[in-house]
Structures are given as C-alpha cells and as structure tokens.
C-alpha cells in the first residue's frame, strides 16, 4: 500500500509539533490500521483547526479524508475526544445539533483525538475510513502516542 503524505509549514509557532512527530504520527496511524487490515485516512491539525498534515492510505473509502478533516477539527478545536461529546450532542443536551454547524466540520464520531502538550490544547488528530469507528479511534490512539 501506498499512501500520500502532505506536510504544511504554517507562519505561527504550533506547540511542539514539529515535521518530524507529525509524519512518526502519521506512519504510527497507518501501521495500526495495516495491523487491523484496513484503509485510512489521517488528518492533524493545529490549535487553530488548520490542517498541518493529511495522509490518505490506497484504497481508503473516497470519504475518508472528509470524516478524518472533521474529527481532527473538532478535537483539535474544542479539545475533547470526538466520542466523548456525543453524549452533550443529544436532544436537549448543550452540543445538541453540532454536527450541523460550520457546514459540518464538527462530528460526534469516534477516531477524533486531541493533542494536548502539557494542559495546552495544541492541535487535533483524526482518522477515518473504517466501517468500525473503533478502529479508527485506535488509529488515531496510535497517532496520539507518538506525539505526547
């Protein structure tokens, strides 16, 4: 398998994540997926939400990249698991219909984690393109132990 790898260098500091940790946590996301027999894509980003680095393995499902966008997105902006927020995205519940804002750049599905250095919340991983969403969150997990 084959992947595609894009790295961009932004003009503001990203707290402690450098090329280096970033393509390890791509390659750790990659090879528990190959481990668990599947295809994905992996996508981290800043603090900020802006992309810093996408990796999408052949024969990921052509959807992948977007839920791997939207679960690095919206652990690395609002700072929680993805998984963990579907329980304050139900009716009558604070995140109650947030997968509907921003055009749909917030997801509730598993496979979004947040970097955190320290108590700093400094980017988000997300990885899509299983049909179990738990082995993506394991992807993901993969991804997350290489850079804290």
Partial sequence: ??????????????????????????????????????????????????LVAFSRMEGAIKISP?????????????????????PYATPGKPYYGMDALFGGELTTIAGGLPIKIGDKLAGGIGVGGSTDVNQDAECAKAALEVIS
């Fill in 66 to 86: 977007k839920f791997a966008l939207a679960k690095a997105y919206t652990a690395g902006t609002i700072g929680m698991a993805t998984a963990d927020m579907a």
């Fill in 1 to 50: 398998m084959t992947s595609h790898f894009f790295y961009a260098t932004l003009n503001r500091e990203v707290i402690s994540l450098n090329y280096s940790n970033i393509k390890k946590a791509i390659e750790a996301s990659e090879a528990k997926a190959k481990e668990l027999g599947i295809a994905v894509s992996t996508a981290i980003v800043d603090e900020y939400g802006d």
